[in-house]
């Protein structure tokens, strides 16, 4: 079954850190460009992070310089450190893999992440 899943959500106060993570099964991650999208109440979902099989990164303004985007290929994962988190960054989060020799676009079932004081 191709799936991917992720996991790391939670609840923290401003300032505070997490670390999500998302595993593919079924695939391979070396051949498709993944990225975190994230969804908060009443907006649409945005673009967070995303990164290249060639390692190329870009973020979104808001969270530029406070997250981290990485993949390893070996344990066939996506990360996210987010660091310095704000209220805003409450949102639902997920992953998502296009294939990049292919049309297919695959989604995680997406974490809650929660900042709060």
């Known amino acids: 079954q191709l799936q991917l899943v992720e996991s790391g959500g939670g609840a923290v106060q401003p300032g505070g850190s997490l670390r999500l993570s998302c595993a593919a099964s079924?695939?391979?991650?070396?051949?498709?460009?993944i990225g975190w999208f994230r969804q908060a109440p009443g907006k649409q979902r945005e673009l967070v992070a995303r990164i290249t099989n060639g390692g190329g990164t870009n973020y979104a303004d808001s969270v530029k310089d406070r997250f981290i985007i990485s993949r390893d290929n070996a344990k066939n994962t996506l990360n996210l450190q987010m660091n310095s988190l704000k209220p805003e960054d409450t949102a639902v989060y997920y992953c998502r893999a296009q294939g990049i020799l292919s049309s297919e676009d695959y989604w995680g079932q997406g974490t809650q992440v929660t900042v709060s004081s």
């Open positions: 079924g695939f391979t991650l070396d051949y498709y460009a």
